[in-house]
């Protein structure tokens, strides 16, 4: 189809490029109907520019736009050529003092929490970093995008408002003038005429209905018929349902479906075919059918191709709008002008109106677009701004109607514009006036849920899918209405006044339908059948309760408007409470001589409900007529007489009372979803306006009622009146041995209401009703929370209520009650209590859960008892209560009180005869100490002519009434102190006699009748006296049993210890024997030590047992025993590689023989340690492959560890693992042992006799391969070629080892080659002894890495896991050759010695400068004893390992020299002394001589001998190492201190000369001629000619990337990041690789790439390029680190970053600044360098089962 369409596309091009901007701007000025002259140019243009295919070209066709559509405007709005005329404008404009950057979806912002005015006003990252805040307390979040910056918004900032940037702007504000002045007359008429055309030609197309007709001045003459079928998004379908459908419908790849669903949902709507009617509509039908079963189906629409082009270049024009007026403020008044101007159609017309009311029916990608021009334009226009709020607030019910009812998600919504005008608070003043906007909003949302009962309440019973997403819209109402509400008036005008009560109404109206929703009834016998619904209710309550705390705040502004409220929140009360009465029939109650009338009532059988927001927010501005002082100035206009108090006090009372029945156990069977209620009611979201509001409606109460009257109902609805009523009804109870439930009930309800009397004296820390200050009680709660234990700052914010702004006032009073102590490398920083604080502690804090409670409660016990402190918890002394609450502390003195209390404590005295309970008393206790202390404060704050009405000291000293004769109080609590049973409490009854004392003497100081009462002090000094005694005599005992059983034990230990003396022996020997130094061995004492070469030190080796975990048997390791093995994990690694590009193309031809220097690719070998018998192993490793079938399929997590790929977890510390090393002895002394003799060859004699057996050995090779005919025949032959003198090609040596011994080195090694090079395991591949052989060379490597990179000894002490690991691998891999096939091994040693003795039949060497040296060393010391066992003239091994040494550390000095590129240093130009530097001047000499003088001038000696010393060291650090584990010999001592540089101890125990240089002088006859070949390779020349690079030594460690140190730059540069793919969209989860920097658009489906036959992430497969399977990336947005390993293995872990109270934010939840953590960082990236990522994922997964379901592949 595309192909046809080229010619002629080409054609209309050239026609559309003739067409002259200029010509027809000025055909426009002359002509009389401009518009129907635009009209005709765009009916004519549109259609050939846009939309001309199947697939859009958006660069052709915006640049086709511009040129044919939009320069013509530009040249008639400027009258001249735009390129100077836009210029012009904008000198003209005064730059603006507003920001009004539109936040992209990502992007940092940044509120102060001093100064903003609520938490939406936020400034840019640009405007934030030139601001005042970023000293203040900041949050920082990142945008969802579509807010703007509220830069130079005086309205939004307390102080502040301006960045250095926009200061500049502000000189000429104040004179608010006309932005038109710097326009021109004409220019003014010309831009807005062209504005209403085009902006009316918008609006019209955009929001044009018809699929296949166009507006009739659009038409065109002749029409194609060319349609497209065009695909919507919604928010209900999921990727994968569109990709599907469309793969079916128009059958496209998965591809192009995954393209096609990523820009439907990106923009909005996509064209998925193209073609006539017929065909589009086709695959229509195909997505509705598809996509209608469960859900409402895809909109699709079949539209023609004209109207979508006429569509989307109405975008384009809104969006060159938007740029146009950014050049002058005077376009944008004009626009604004243009936009709100009314219709002819009446009123509601204006285009502004248009497009808000049709917004429902746009698509997303048109209402962003427009959306965004709203804000540049009507928002940052402040005359306009207002206009467009009135206009917003009128259309207000209809956007909203929209809103609830369209689909897409509210930042796509106009109504989310809801937050840029009504936060404003002149806006939002205005608006309430004048457009009675609170109202609005409330009938609003009460439209919106229709559902209520009979009674008229709300009712959310069984919500269906559709109500419970509207009602989860209409949530958004609530916001809206927080917005209007956040920012208080300072001034009250009539008007404000009336439209505040208006809409105080309306507020009452909804409370009161809320009153008493979700009614409870207590089910009895039968479990509840359905659990009901009860979230929808407390989402609301939830949702309103900062708009409730709101409301009273406002009220609390204005004494009228308090007055006002508060009246008809008592009259809707009222009407509540008109049924009170009716139907309950009347009761009177009667206690110690006082009775009360009230109605019978009992919560366990009648309704009850929890919700009850009409009393709650009367009881809340009854605290305000006490703290605003109302309630004294104008009591006469208050209607407080008519106030009934028990009608006041029984709805919260008869919830409070159900609280405790459901802790009694009383409700068991109304299931959780009472349970949850509960919860939440306490719960700190809720509890400030519901439980803590209820306490206070009862504090009301009981303040304005007699305290007798108040306990009575109070028992009576607890359904305890009975009990406390009739005398010895506890006794009659207990006899009649009822159920043990209903005494349980009893006793717990008997709890919870002295908790509830304890809680309405003592909670009076909130502003009006006790006098205290704003601070108090928030330092109050943080006591509490502290008091439990140390907390982070993030625990404690939570657990204190949050106000509308996000705030908890918690940082203000912090730093006066607690300490802060800074966390380590792991944890986070905890405030811990300061101990002056503990006094304020109170055991009943009404805000404690249960298990809260008894936490605390042996904190403070245990705290006590440790500094030595008397462990009573005495009620702390309480601030007084306000006037109008002050008559509440009578309650602790009525008569029905200390009824109560007698009663209780009557039981406690006969403790036998009674049901009582231990936590009853100890409440019963507190009660009498608060009065005590109450008492107390009366008497010493007491005035000369006042008289002290609290006597409660009297009432209890008072024995009972007449006929029973009950003890006093007091009596009995001086019983009690004795009593065994209670030893708890006994501090806590002896503070109470005491205080009673005291109060005693202050009321005879006071009083005049001095009597001398000494019998008290003195009776209760003995007691204390005699107690002391008996504490410190048992104290004694107990010491003394202490030490006997101590004496015991060792006595016990000592027996053992001499039975088993040769156990422990033994132990003691392994030990030693395990252990890595060998340096106290005296046999090895002051000798040098040489690790190689015919000097090399004898080493005695000691026997080795060891014990194999699974059967914990123990065996000595020997050659012919069974095999034991060390679990290991070989990973491929990239930690070390200088060249990321570069992986292997093809593994089945890849030749891994050479290493590059650039060590792009390695195998590492790690192991844990543990050791197992190998048949033990295989038997373990069996039984994980068989568990793994049998668990079924549909089972099958991922584990931790993958069995297909032999993976297992060592048995010991499930320790990753997915192969096993063999123990081995030192394989050299095993081959070592033959012919030793004393006269070794030289290096030049040496190199010559390995030449020419090597040679005799290609020549049998190629022998072998030509001629297969006769035996005779090469016999012949063979005397013709010239074997060197000793040579036995025939001789094939023994294998020493014992059959399972093999195995397992096969068994490892084809495990190397399959990890390593990611093939099928084939033990014959000639690669597999290389493999094993760059493990090792790898591992010491990285290790020597690690110990330079931590300036750690490299002999120190490893830590023994990492010692065992390299023994058994180095050991492994000089033996490996034994199961490899000789002639193999003897190819690989031939070739690799050809890299440095050049040979004529080896081709394709690679270059000097391309061989990383260590690796061959490995290669060609570990392949040598394969060509050495064949040799009888008398060499020995060690003189090989030497001169291969030697030879290859020559070379890499010619490597060094070649590479370094020394810059030329002044210092020192002197000529050289030291012999070292005129060595090695001569040999640099040598080399200019070879390589034709492309060498630079001679630098000086010393920097040459310096760089190649530094170069050269890591090499020795390697060789050291590798020879140390090779032939066992012990490390010199001096090399085991870390300090200075141990290049000459190196020298000494590598056996070389510590001039290095040496080594060419003393073979400089060969040495000469190598060195010449090395030169001439073609590779050298051409990077000495700079046409290549090479790596320059010594090579740097490679580290993870610098991170900022302030988190939010790498927020911001993640959101300049867009998705690579999808172009220019911007990415939702930016994640950044910490190994090579690169920025990923993770988990997403438009960067999902193959790998190996499956769709993978963008991290997954970045971590198979960059880190060969593992990655460590920083996930931007979450703040948080992402550790993955393969396709199937991740795990997340804690982030380098701390906010300043040492807490990680992952997910940047809590917004605090973040920094970077300098020592978290270095233990990420030291994982990363030991290769412990992978075994860090195990760990995780393991002890984390959710990790194992997460798809790692597609992050």
């Known amino acids: 189809m595309a192909s046809e369409l080229e010619p002629e596309v080409q054609a209309i091009d050239r026609s559309l490029l003739e067409c002259s901007a200029e010509e027809t701007a000025g055909k426009w000025l002359q002509a009389t109907d401009l518009t129907r002259e635009v009209y005709q140019h765009l009916a004519y243009y549109v259609p050939k520019i846009y939309c001309r295919g199947p697939n859009p070209f958006p660069q052709k066709e915006d640049m086709l736009a511009q040129h044919v559509l939009l320069g013509p405007m530009e040249w008639y709005l400027c009258g001249e050529d ?111 005429n062209i504005f209403a055309i085009m902006f009316r030609y918008a609006v019209e197309i955009l929001t044009w209905d018809k699929e296949s007709e166009l507006p009739t001045e659009l038409e065109m003459v002749d029409k194609s018929d060319t349609y497209y079928c065009m695909l919507f998004n919604d928010e209900v379908h999921t990727y994968e349902q569109v990709i599907y459908t469309l793969q079916k419908a128009v059958n496209c790849t998965q591809k192009e479906a995954i393209g096609f669903a990523t820009t439907v949902d990106r923009d909005g709507r996509r064209s998925v075919r193209y073609g006539d009617f017929q065909y589009c509509e086709q695959a229509k039908s195909v997505i509705v059918r598809n996509t209608s079963r469960q859900t409402k189906p895809l909109k699709v629409q079949v539209m023609h191709s004209s109207i979508v082009a006429h569509q989307n270049f109405g975008l384009k024009l809104l969006s060159w709008l938007g740029n146009i007026i950014g050049y002058s403020d005077g376009l944008r008044r004009i626009l604004c002008q243009v936009g709100l101007q009314e219709g002819p159609d009446g009123e509601n017309y204006s285009l502004v109106d248009r497009l808000m009311l049709s917004d429902s029916k746009l698509w997303k990608g048109a209402r962003s677009v427009y959306h965004q021009l709203f804000m540049s334009s009507l928002l940052m226009d402040l005359k306009y701004k207002k206009l467009f709020a009135i206009r917003f607030a009128k259309n207000y019910e209809r956007l909203q109607s929209d809103y609830v009812t369209d689909d897409h998600d509210r930042e796509f919504s106009i109504a989310d514009l809801s937050v840029q005008i009504f936060t404003v608070p002149s806006l939002a003043r205005m608006l309430i006036t004048e457009e009675n906007l609170m109202t609005i909003i409330i009938k609003t949302f009460m439209d919106h849920l229709r559902h209520r009962d009979a009674q008229g309440r709300f009712q959310f019973e069984r919500y269906t899918a559709l109500q419970t997403f509207k009602f989860r819209r209409v949530q958004s109402l609530i916001l809206d209405l927080k917005y209007v509400l956040i920012s208080k008036p300072t001034e009250w005008s009539d008007e404000l006044r009336q439209k505040f009560l208006e809409g105080f109404d309306a507020f009452l109206e909804l409370l009161k339908c809320m009153q008493g929703m979700d009614p409870l009834t207590r089910q009895v016998g039968q479990h509840i059948e359905m659990e009901p619904e009860w979230e929808a209710a407390f989402t609301l309550q939830m949702k309103l309760t900062h708009v409730i705390s709101m409301m009273q705040d406002w009220c609390a502004l204005d004494e009228k408007v ?44 009648e309704k009850v409900s929890i919700h009850l927001p009409v009393s709650r927010l009367l009881a809340g501005l009854h605290v ?16 407080l007489s008519e106030l009934s108090p028990p009608m006041l006090i029984e709805y919260p009372l008869r919830c409070l009372v159900l609280c405790a029945q459901v802790h009694a156990g009383m409700w068991r069977r109304n299931g959780f979803s009472l349970v949850n209620q509960i919860y939440y009611y306490h719960n700190v979201k809720c509890r400030r306006e519901m439980f803590d509001k209820d306490i206070v409606m009862l504090q009301t109460g009981v303040s304005m009622m007699d305290p007798n009257h108040f306990l009575m109902i109070m028992l009576s609805r607890f359904e305890l009146y009975q009990i406390f009523s009739t005398p010895d009804y506890g006794k009659r109870f207990s006899s009649e041995i009822t159920q043990k439930d209903v005494v349980q009930q009893n006793n717990t309800l008997i709890e919870e209401m002295l908790y509830l009397i304890i809680m309405l004296v003592g909670e009076r820390f909130s502003l009006g009703v006790g006098q205290v200050n704003a601070t108090d009680e928030i330092k109050r709660e943080i006591i509490h929370q502290l008091s439990i234990r140390p907390m982070a700052h993030s625990e404690l914010v939570k657990s204190l209520p949050e106000d509308e702004n996000k705030e908890t006032g918690m940082e203000s009073v912090i730093e006066t009650v607690a300490h802060f102590k800074k966390p380590g490398l792991t944890g986070r920083g905890m405030y811990e209590l300061k101990p002056e604080c503990a006094k304020e502690f109170n055991l009943y804090f009404y805000h404690f859960s249960r298990a809260e409670q008894s936490k605390a409660e042996e904190a403070q016990r245990k705290w006590k008892r440790q500094n030595r402190e008397d462990t009573a918890l005495p009620p702390p002394v309480l601030p007084p209560f306000c006037p109008l609450f002050a008559s509440l502390v009578n309650i602790l003195q009525s008569d029905v009180m200390l009824c109560i209390m007698g009663t209780i404590l009557q039981w406690a005295v006969e403790h036998n005869g009674y049901a009582w309970s231990e936590s009853m008393l100890q409440r019963v206790l507190h009660l009498i100490g608060m009065a005590l202390q109450e008492e107390k404060q009366h008497l010493e704050n007491v005035t000369e002519e006042h008289v002290v009405t609290f006597t409660f000291t009297q009432k209890i000293s008072k024995p009972g009434e007449a006929p029973n004769n009950s003890p006093s109080i007091l009596a009995m609590l001086e019983t009690l102190q004795n009593a065994p049973y209670l030893e708890v409490h006994k501090d806590m009854i002896r503070w109470i006699l005491k205080t009673f004392n005291t109060i005693k003497k202050l009321r005879d100081s006071s009083s005049t009748s001095s009597v001398a009462e000494t019998e008290g002090p003195i009776m209760e000094e003995s007691l204390r006296d005699r107690d002391k005694a008996e504490r410190k005599r048992k104290a004694e005992i107990a010491r003394l049993r202490r030490e006997k059983i101590m004496a015991q034990m060792s006595e016990m230990q000592r027996h053992f210890i001499d039975e088993n003396r040769e156990l422990f022996q033994q132990t003691l020997e392994l030990d030693a024997s395990t252990s890595a130094v060998f340096d106290n061995s005296p046999m090895v004492s002051d000798v040098t030590l040489v690790a190689l070469g015919p000097a090399q030190t004898r080493v005695y080796e000691q026997r080795q047992f060891v014990t194999c975990i699974l059967c ?265 050759w034994t199961v490899a096939s000789l002639s193999v091994v003897q190819g690989h040693f031939s070739k690799l010695f050809a890299s440095l003795v050049p040979n004529e039949n080896q081709g394709d060497i690679p270059s000097i400068l391309d061989i990383d040296m260590f690796h061959l060393l490995v290669g060609l010391v570990l392949a040598f004893p394969a060509l050495q066992c064949q040799d009888f003239s008398g060499i020995s091994l060690g003189t090989g390992d030497l001169h291969i040494l030697r030879l290859v550390t020559m070379a890499h000095i010619v490597q060094i020299l070649l590479t370094s590129c020394t810059e030329e240093n002044g210092m020192d130009q002197e000529n050289p002394t030291g012999e070292e530097e005129l060595a090695i001047l001569d040999l640099y000499k040598t080399l200019r001589q070879y390589t034709g003088s492309a060498l630079k001038e001679r630098p000086s000696g010393w920097h040459l001998w310096r760089s190649v010393r530094a170069g050269i060291m890591p090499f020795l650090k390697c060789c050291a190492l590798f020879f140390h584990y090779l032939n066992g010999v012990p490390s010199p001592s001096e090399v085991q201190v870390s300090g200075a540089s141990h290049f000459e101890h190196l020298c000494n125990y590598l056996s070389l000369p510590t001039n290095l240089i040496c080594l060419f002088q003393e073979n400089s006859e060969i040495m000469n001629s190598l060195i010449e070949s090395w030169c001439h390779n073609n590779e050298v020349k051409r990077y000495l000619e700079g046409k290549r690079e090479a790596i320059s030594y010594p090579r740097e460690s490679n580290r993870l990337i610098e991170l900022p140190e302030d988190y939010s730059s790498l927020i911001n540069q993640a959101s300049n990041f867009s998705c690579p793919k999808s172009g220019g969209d911007k990415s939702r989860a930016p994640t950044l690789c910490l190994v090579c920097g690169s920025l990923l658009c993770s988990q997403s489906y438009c960067c999902q790439t193959e790998l190996e036959g499956e769709d993978v992430g963008a991290c997954t497969a970045h971590t198979h390029a960059c880190g060969s399977g593992v990655g460590i990336f920083l996930r931007v947005r979450e703040c948080q680190v992402l550790f993955l390993a393969g396709k199937t293995k991740g795990c997340f872990y804690a982030p380098p970053y701390l906010d300043d109270y040492g807490e990680t934010d992952q997910g940047l939840r809590r917004g605090n600044p973040l920094h970077l953590c300098g020592e978290r960082f270095k233990k990420i990236q030291k994982l990363w360098q030991q290769h412990s990522i992978t075994e860090e994922i195990g760990h995780a997964q393991e002890a984390n089962q959710t990790l194992a379901g997460i798809d790692w592949q597609h992050l």
């Not at 397992?1304 to 399959?1314: C, D």
């Open 1112 to 1376: 914990q048997e123990e065996q000595e390791v020997k050659v012919e025993s069974k095999a034991m093995v060390l679990a290991a994990f070989v990973q491929r690694s990239t930690v070390l590689s200088k060249n990321r590009d570069k992986f292997i193309q093809d593994p089945e031809k890849h030749d891994p023989l050479f290493m590059h220097p650039d060590l792009s690719c390695g195998t590492h070998t790690g192991s844990c340690g543990h050791i197992m018998h190998a048949y033990c192993w295989q038997r373990y490793f069996d039984s994980v492959q068989a568990k793994e079938q049998r668990r079924q399929q549909r089972l099958r997590l991922h584990t931790s560890y993958d069995v297909e790929n032999g993976e297992f977890l060592c048995p010991l510390c499930e320790c990753l693992s997915n192969t096993v090393i063999p123990l081995l002895l030192p394989p050299r002394n095993i081959f070592n042992s033959r012919l030793n003799f004393s006269d070794q060859p030289s290096l030049t004699q040496w190199i010559r006799t390995i030449s020419q057996q090597i040679k005799a050995l290609q020549a049998l090779r190629k022998e072998e391969s030509t001629t297969n005919t006769t035996t005779s025949k090469n016999l012949e032959n063979m005397d013709k070629l010239q074997l060197p003198e000793g040579f036995r090609h025939d001789f094939i040596p023994k294998n020493p080892y014992s059959k399972s011994i093999k195995e397992m080195l096969t068994t490892f090694g084809t495990a190397i080659y399959k990890v390593g090079l990611k093939l099928h395991p084939n033990e014959e591949d000639p690669r597999v002894p290389i493999m094993c052989w760059g493990s090792c060379a790898y591992t010491i490597q990285s290790i020597e890495r690690i110990l330079s990179d931590e300036d750690k000894p490299l002999f120190g002490p490893l830590p023994c896991r990492l010692d065992d690991c390299l023994r058994s691998l180095t050991r492994f891999a000089s033996a490996h």
């Open 624 to 639: 305000l007529l006490s703290k605003s002082e109302v309630a004294y100035k104008f009591p006469e206009l208050l209607p």
């Open 82 to 192: 735009p390129a100077f005329g836009l210029p012009k404008l904008e000198q003209a404009n005064k730059p603006s003092h507003l920001c009004g950057r539109v936040f992209k979806v990502g992007e940092p912002t940044y509120s102060c929490r001093d100064c903003a005015v609520d938490p939406t006003c936020v400034l840019c990252m640009e405007c934030f970093l030139g601001s005042v805040h970023r000293d203040h307390r900041y949050r920082m979040t990142t945008s969802g995008g579509g807010g703007f910056c509220d830069c130079g918004d005086t309205e939004a900032w307390k102080e502040g408002p301006y960045c250095q940037k926009h200061e500049l702007n502000t000189s000429e504000i104040e004179d608010e003038e006309d932005p038109l002045v710097h326009l021109s007359e004409d220019m003014i008429a010309r831009t807005y």
């Open 562 to 605: 308090l007055i006002e409220a508060y009246k008809k929140c008592l009259a809707v009360l009222m009407q509540c409470h008109s049924g009170f009465t009716d139907g309950e029939q009347p009761i009177t109650l009667s206690i110690c001589g006082h009775s009360v009338e009230t109605i019978r009532y009992c919560v366990s059988q």
